[in-house]
């Protein structure tokens, strides 16, 4: 269990920076270790660490599942609108990036 609270440390320590909007926990008990730790060692974003209390599961509630079943398919969607295949076989895997609705301002180049 010490290791384990370990890594979670170092990964909130490493990841949580000004990047992050805020970070949601849905144990109380988990939610009170790291918000410890975040206001000992980045009091600058204690104020970014929430506590879950919706009555869907935290998962289902932010749509994360969803975005893992996406992001794990062979079509991955892009932001721009277009998106990537990935097409794996015994002796290679190909990625197809397409550029979907997106086609540049001036040329071909600039979309590529």
């Known amino acids: ?9 170092r990964v909130i320590r490493d990841v949580f920076t000004r990047d992050v909007d805020k970070m949601v926990i849905d144990a109380p008990e988990e939610y009170q270790r790291v918000r410890d730790f975040v206001d000992s060692y980045l009091p600058q974003l204690g104020r970014r660490v929430k506590p879950y209390d919706g009555d ?14 996406r992001a794990l398919g062979r079509k991955v969607w ?8 990935l ?11 397409n550029t979907g609705r997106y086609v540049g301002k001036r040329s071909l180049e600039e979309t590529i």
């Open 1 to 9: 269990m010490h290791n384990e609270l370990d890594l979670v440390f």
């Open 87 to 97: 097409d794996q076989t015994e002796a290679l895997t190909t990625i197809d990036v």
């Open 56 to 69: 869907d599961p935290i998962f289902e509630h932010y749509g994360v599942e969803i975005e893992i079943s």
């Open 78 to 85: 892009l932001k721009s609108g277009g998106y990537i295949i």
